[in-house]
């Protein structure tokens, strides 16, 4: 009797063993069914209808933007010698035939020294950090009117004879891809990352104030410039 009991007990441990994979091939088997369903029962995203996938090729022709480091630039060279006359058909009318502007548009050379000034003369000399925002600019935006006009070669001309204007290349110099980042512009190294995030994070608040956050009176401390809109505290319009 002892004998055929431990049979049965043996025999009833290898039946469970043998259950065991069938209820965890079980689980498996409705789990992806489970996830069909809830995925299923969530509603699919809202087409407006409008518009349609951009090809790839499309993409490419408008992802033209050039980096500092020189990421982006197009094959090709113009030197400044072809950039003074494209300049003088293309851009002369409004920055002027030396750069020095018409009328309200922005000037493109001169203004050294002038940032500590009350009015600076922010030009690619005197303020932008790098030739690549010039390139990438006069490619994007320029001519006014007939953007995304000018041949790549047509664009490095043009860059090169501004900077010539700004006396940062000599009258034969090429500009190409190669020599790029050879030029650098004078006030590159006044430029510098956003640190906000680190330097002025012990000045945040989870709350941040919305009425009554200084306990004295508000004052005008600089003016806008040109057109004058500070109002004065006995003129300016009441904010409620």
């Given amino acids: 009797m002892l004998r055929f009991r431990n049979l049965l007990l043996a025999a009833a441990g290898v039946a469970a063993l043998g259950a065991i994979p069938l209820a965890t091939q079980a689980q498996q088997t409705q789990r992806p069914q489970a996830q069909s369903q809830a995925q299923a029962s969530q509603p699919a995203a ?84 790098f030739a690549s925002t010039a390139f990438d600019y006069i490619k994007r935006a320029m001519p006014y009117g007939n953007s995304r006009s000018l041949s790549d070669d047509e664009v490095y001309a043009i860059t090169a004879y501004v900077l010539f204007l700004n006396d940062l290349v000599k009258e034969d110099f090429t500009l190409s891809k190669e020599n790029f980042l050879t030029v650098k512009l004078p006030n590159q190294s006044t430029f510098y990352d956003d640190d906000r995030e680190t330097t002025e994070r012990s000045f945040w608040k989870k709350e941040p104030c919305m009425k009554n956050c200084k306990a004295e009176p508000a004052k005008v401390t600089g003016r806008a410039r040109m057109l004058d809109v500070t109002p004065d505290s006995k003129e300016g319009p009441k904010v409620d």
């Fill in 46 to 129: 809202k087409k407006t209808g409008l518009g349609r996938i951009a090809h790839p090729d499309e993409v490419k022709a408008w992802d033209t933007d050039v980096r500092p480091d020189g990421h982006g630039l197009p094959p090709g060279n113009g030197s400044v010698k072809a950039g003074e006359e494209l300049y003088q058909t293309q851009c002369a009318a409004c920055h002027g035939e030396f750069g020095e502007s018409a009328g309200r548009w922005p000037m493109l050379a001169g203004g050294a020294g002038s940032l500590n000034r009350e009015q600076p003369e922010k030009t690619i000399g005197s303020f932008w950090p």
